[in-house]
C-alpha cells in the first residue's frame, strides 16, 4: 500500500504543530497508510489530545519517533495503530507544567487570594496529570504496569532509551541502527531543554578526532576501557543471577517509597511477608521518627507564637502562609522616627552637642538664650 510521510518537527502549540496541520495531511491521505516522522520535546496538552484523536480517527497511522521527544509527543503517539522508534533515539514523560509569574507587594487579603488561586491551578495541573497517567497506564497495561507505576515514571522526569520504551510498552517496535547525531543538533537540543525546564538528554558516545598523530594510541586506551567495563559488567550480571537464583523466596518491596528514599534503597528485601532490615536501617528510622517529633514541636511552637500576634493571624491555615501574612503586616508599618523641633533648654554636657553649636542655626539659636 502506497505511504505518505508527514515530518513533524519541533513544538506542538498554536505557533508550530496545531492539529489543524495534521488534519489537512490526514484527509488529504484519506484510505492510504500514513507515516508521522516526529521529533519534538513536546508542547500544548489540547494540542496533543486533539492530534492523538485525529490519528485515531484516520485510522491508519504510524508514529516514527526521531531523536528526542518528549513530554507532549510521547502521548500523543497513542492514537497511531503502531508507534516506532529509533534505537538511538530518547524518550522523555514527565508531570504537565504551567507559567507561574508572582512579583510585587501583597496584603494579607492578596496573598490569601494568590495562594487559593494557586491552590485551584494545582487541582487542574493534577486533573491534566491523571489524564496523561490514564493515556500511560493504558498503553502499557499489557505489561503490567499500573498507574501508579506511570506516576513514579513521570515524577523521575528522565530520558528513557528505545528498549525500556520498548519493555515498558510505549513504542511496539524499535528500529536497528545508529543514527550520528550532529554536534550542532545536540547544543540545539541542550539549548531547548534548558528553556523548556526538561532534563537534558546524555549523550554517552564519544567520538575520536579524525585528526592528528595520537588518534590510533588513543583509540587502544579508549577500546581498552570499552572492553574491561564491558567483562565487568557481565560478571555483575552473573553475581547478580546468581543471587536471584540463591534467594528465590526473596523480593524486593518499593512500597514503602517514603522509608526507602530514607534509607536511600531502591526497595527493602521482603522474605516470606517479612521486611529485613539492618541494625543500621533501623537506628536511622529511629533517628527520623525522634527528629520528626522535634521539629513538629518547634513548628506547633512557632504557630503559637504567630497565632498570639493576632486573631486575623491565628486564623490562616499553614505555618508558612502565616509567616507570609505577618511579613505583609510588618512591611506595612513605618520606618524610622520623627524628628522633634524644639531645643533642649539645659545644656547638655555631651562634646557633640557643643561641636554641633557652630552650625549657623544652632549658634543663632545659642545667641537668643544668652
Known amino acids: 500500500m502506497e505511504e505518505s510521510v508527514l515530518e513533524v518537527n519541533g513544538m506542538i502549540d498554536h505557533y508550530g504543530w496545531q492539529r489543524t496541520n495534521i488534519k489537512w495531511h490526514l484527509n488529504k491521505n484519506k484510505g492510504k497508510k500514513v507515516r508521522c516522522k516526529i521529533n519534538s520535546w513536546g508542547g500544548s496538552v489540547n494540542e496533543a489530545i486533539a492530534i492523538s484523536k485525529l490519528f485515531e480517527e484516520h485510522g491508519n497511522v504510524t508514529v516514527e519517533f526521531i531523536g528526542f521527544c518528549a513530554s507532549a509527543v510521547t502521548w500523543m503517539a497513542f492514537g497511531a495503530v503502531s508507534i516506532e522508534m529509533h534505537e538511538d533515539s530518547l524518550w522523555l514523560c514527565h508531570k504537565s507544567s504551567i507559567p507561574v509569574d508572582i512579583y510585587g507587594s501583597m496584603n494579607a487579603d492578596q496573598i490569601e487570594s494568590t495562594i487559593k488561586q494557586l491552590q485551584n491551578e494545582k487541582k487542574s495541573q493534577d486533573a491534566i496529570d491523571l489524564i496523561i497517567a490514564k493515556k500511560y497506564a493504558d498503553k502499557c497495561a499489557a505489561k503490567g504496569k499500573t498507574i501508579k507505576d506511570v506516576f513514579d515514571l513521570m515524577k523521575e522526569e528522565r530520558w528513557i532509551p528505545a528498549d525500556e520504551c520498548l519493555s515498558w510498552g510505549f513504542v511496539d517496535h524499535v528500529i536497528p541502527g545508529?543514527?550520528?547525531?550532529?554536534?550542532?543538533?545536540?547544543?540545539?537540543?541542550?539549548?531547548?531543554?534548558?528553556?523548556?525546564?526538561?532534563?537534558?538528554?546524555?549523550?554517552?558516545?564519544?567520538?575520536?578526532?579524525?585528526?592528528?598523530?595520537?588518534?590510533?594510541?588513543?583509540?587502544?586506551?579508549?577500546?581498552?576501557?570499552?572492553?574491561?567495563?564491558?567483562?565487568?559488567?557481565?560478571?555483575?550480571?552473573?553475581?547478580?543471577?546468581?543471587?536471584?537464583?540463591?534467594?528465590?523466596?526473596?523480593?524486593?518491596?518499593?512500597?514503602?517509597?517514603?522509608?526507602?528514599?530514607?534509607?536511600?534503597?531502591?526497595?527493602?528485601?521482603?522474605?516470606?511477608?517479612?521486611?529485613?532490615?539492618?541494625?543500621?536501617?533501623?537506628?536511622?528510622?529511629?533517628?527520623?521518627?525522634?527528629?520528626?517529633?522535634?521539629?513538629?514541636?518547634?513548628?506547633?511552637?512557632?504557630?503559637?507564637?504567630?497565632?498570639s500576634i493576632s486573631p486575623n493571624v491565628q486564623a490562616i491555615d499553614g505555618l508558612t502562609n502565616k509567616i507570609h501574612a505577618v511579613k505583609a503586616l510588618v512591611n506595612l508599618l513605618p520606618t524610622g522616627v520623627p524628628a522633634g523641633n524644639s531645643i533642649p533648654k539645659d545644656k547638655p554636657e555631651d562634646k557633640n552637642y557643643e561641636d554641633s553649636k557652630k552650625d549657623p542655626v544652632n549658634r543663632f539659636f545659642s545667641e537668643d538664650e544668652d
Open 178 to 307: 545508529i543514527n550520528k547525531v550532529s554536534n550542532d543538533f545536540r547544543s540545539l537540543m541542550i539549548e531547548n531543554c534548558a528553556a523548556l525546564n526538561l532534563p537534558v538528554p546524555i549523550f554517552p558516545e564519544y567520538e575520536l578526532p579524525k585528526d592528528g598523530p595520537n588518534d590510533s594510541y588513543l583509540k587502544k586506551i579508549i577500546d581498552s576501557l570499552t572492553s574491561l567495563i564491558s567483562s565487568k559488567k557481565e560478571e555483575l550480571h552473573v553475581e547478580y543471577q546468581a543471587n536471584i537464583n540463591s534467594n528465590k523466596n526473596q523480593t524486593m518491596n518499593k512500597t514503602f517509597v517514603a522509608v526507602n528514599i530514607l534509607l536511600a534503597v531502591e526497595g527493602l528485601t521482603e522474605n516470606d511477608g517479612k521486611i529485613e532490615l539492618t541494625v543500621e536501617q533501623m537506628q536511622k528510622i529511629c533517628d527520623a521518627l525522634n527528629q520528626g517529633v522535634t521539629d513538629k514541636t518547634s513548628v506547633d511552637n512557632a504557630i503559637a507564637a504567630l497565632d
